[in-house]
Every structure is written in C-alpha cells, then in structure tokens.
C-alpha cells in the first residue's frame, strides 16, 4: 500500500509564498515509478490540476493558471515532493491534494484516475 500525507497549507495575504509537502510512505512506493499530480479544488468548484512530476525523469508540468508561479520538486531520497507555491492569488483558495500513479510520465489532467490520495491541505489566500 501507498500513503501519501500532505502538509504546509495555511492562510497567506496576496502576493506572499506557501510550500506544499506531499510526502509518501509504504513498502511499494518509490518516486523512481510513480508520478505524483497536485490537485486542488476550490469551494462549489471541480477538482483542477495543478501540476504534476514524472517518475521517469523528474519533469514537471503545470496548469496555465499556475505556469511561472507554482514549482514541483521531488526529493527521493525523502520520498517527498513539494509544491512551492509564489505570487498567490486569492482565486489561488482550495484545499490542495497531492495524487500518485504507476506510471513514467505525467499529465496535468491525467486520463486515469491516480491510484493514491492524500487527505488534503487547506490553503486560504486573503488580505
């Protein structure tokens, strides 16, 4: 089995910085084989992806509402991937959800439903 624990969520003012952590843990894990997506949803709307990290190379991909903003970074040695979040905005409000699938390479909107879930981390920007 696979779990995943994300940590880091908390309220910010606009403009300011929040790092996610999705870390992974279970006797089958291994950053090396799978793919790990970042997902949030926001009150009264749909899950959205916001990036996601391959297994096979490390590549990372992101939503266009996040490009240039958002950064995924994996530690294997940790099997821990992050999710540095800059420049937040107040549409940037959800609860944050890091996803794991066996897989080489990720999609920001993956076709198959990823196999592992976190429970999810609150993320409230606000002035």
């Known amino acids: 089995q696979v779990q995943l624990v994300e940590s880091g969520g908390g309220s910010v003012q606009p403009g300011g910085s929040l790092r996610l952590s999705c870390a992974g843990s279970?006797?089958?894990?291994?950053?090396?084989?799978?793919?790990i997506n970042w997902f949030r949803q926001a009150p009264g709307k749909e899950r959205e992806g916001v990036g996601c990290?391959?297994?096979?190379?490390?590549?990372?991909l992101y939503a266009d509402s996040v490009k240039g903003r958002f950064t995924i970074s994996r530690d294997k040695a940790k099997n821990t991937v992050y999710l540095q979040m800059t420049s937040l905005k107040p549409e940037d409000t959800a609860v944050y959800y890091c996803?794991?699938?066996?897989?080489?390479?990720?999609?920001?909107?993956?076709?198959?439903?990823?196999?592992?879930w976190g429970q999810g981390t609150e993320v409230t920007v606000s002035s």
């Open positions: 990290v391959s297994s096979y190379d490390g590549s990372t």
């Open positions: 279970g006797t089958r894990f291994n950053l090396d084989y799978y793919v």
């Open positions: 996803a794991a699938e066996a897989r080489a390479m990720c999609e920001v909107e993956p076709t198959t439903e990823p196999d592992y």
